[in-house]
């Protein structure tokens, strides 16, 4: 993938956490005093019935951000199971002409990966978007940007993306999900509990675990990928994840947040409810250890989030 054009380029800063890389654009620091300006707000779980309820739900979402301007629209992708069904209806509209002209103002992205990996592998996420997306939609969008998995420089490949969102105007509207981690905590893109994500970090290079890669193969699975035993064999050896940080979610201009699969994966039950109901602290220290040691709780921090779910993620 080659960088935009040097007019749009923006200064990368980065800063090493143990073994995790964090990039922010030039000016942007961890600013502990910008973390307690933001103020805290509830996160109000939307109950729908169904997948295909929440899928509807996502795409009004993004046909209202469209809608809202006249100007291309920059879409961050969702992997997993959190967006398969929306994924499915898009796909159904492609075929025909009723949203092209949607799609053709759409810049597409996806926010996170598993490295390095080849790009087909059936476990990556552009593969599965191809095959929930279909070719006429990625025929007909204005651009799709994946995070490059098959490169021997990751960070520099890392800096172009940031730079593409950057010099498209940055994020209209992110579609996100909530990963379970130990203690009830929680993983929101990539950003692990404990890897020294701060407010500033615009995306981040950072080393993989093992429950990472068993939540990453579950769920694919789940969601009905086609996988062989090179994909997985290959997916299990892979070291980092490249990952979209605090700074690119909190400039998101609009958050979709999509919670679907706890019969999969029973710990999202626990790690949403501690999102919802976590005291944030006033203190700036105290703030930054809570974010960092359970990220989901930066969507907490967000004024335009609808957060999507079904029944059974609050046991219902």
């Not at 200064?11 to 090493?16: A, D, P, T």
């Not at 759409?106 to 929930?132: C, I, K, W, Y």
């Not at 035993?229 to 690119?248: F, N």
Request: net charge negative; charged share 25%; hydrophobic share 40%.
């Amino acid at each position: 993938m080659a960088c935009v054009s040097s007019p749009a380029l923006k200064k990368i800063s980065r800063r090493v956490i143990g073994n995790n890389l964090w990039l922010s654009l030039d000016g942007q620091t961890r600013q502990p005093d910008l973390i307690t300006r933001m103020p805290v707000l509830a996160l109000l779980p939307e109950i729908l019935e169904t997948e295909e309820d929440v899928a509807r739900a996502q795409f009004a979402e993004i046909q209202k951000c469209a809608a809202e301007t006249a100007e291309d629209v920059v879409l961050v992708l969702l992997g997993g199971r959190g967006a398969q069904a929306l994924y499915r209806l898009v796909r159904g509209f492609a075929e025909t002409s009723a949203i092209d002209s949607l799609l053709g103002r759409l810049h597409v992205f996806t926010q996170d990966a598993l490295a390095p990996m080849r790009m087909n592998n059936g476990l990556s996420f552009v593969r599965d978007f191809e095959r929930l997306l279909g070719n006429e939609f990625f025929r007909k969008v204005k651009s799709f940007t994946p995070m490059r998995t098959d490169t021997d420089d990751l960070e520099g490949e890392l800096v172009c993306y940031i730079n593409k969102i950057e010099a498209l105007g940055g994020i209209d509207i992110l579609l996100l999900g909530l990963g379970p981690e130990a203690g009830a905590a929680s993983h929101l893109a990539y950003i692990k509990p404990d890897s020294g994500a701060s407010v500033g970090d615009v995306a981040g290079l950072i080393p993989i675990s093992s429950s990472i890669l068993e939540h990453h193969i579950t769920k694919f699975k789940a969601g009905g990928s086609t996988i062989t035993e090179a994909d997985e064999a290959e997916c299990r050896s892979a070291t980092h994840i490249l990952t979209l940080g605090p700074a690119a979610i909190l400039g998101a201009k609009r958050i979709v947040q999509s919670v679907v699969d706890a019969a999969t994966a029973p710990g999202k039950p626990a790690s949403y409810r501690r999102v919802l109901e976590t005291e944030i602290a006033d203190d700036p220290e105290t703030r930054a250890e809570q974010l960092n040691e359970n990220p989901g709780l930066w969507l907490r921090l967000h004024p335009n989030v609808r957060s999507l779910i079904l029944p059974d993620v609050l046991g219902r």
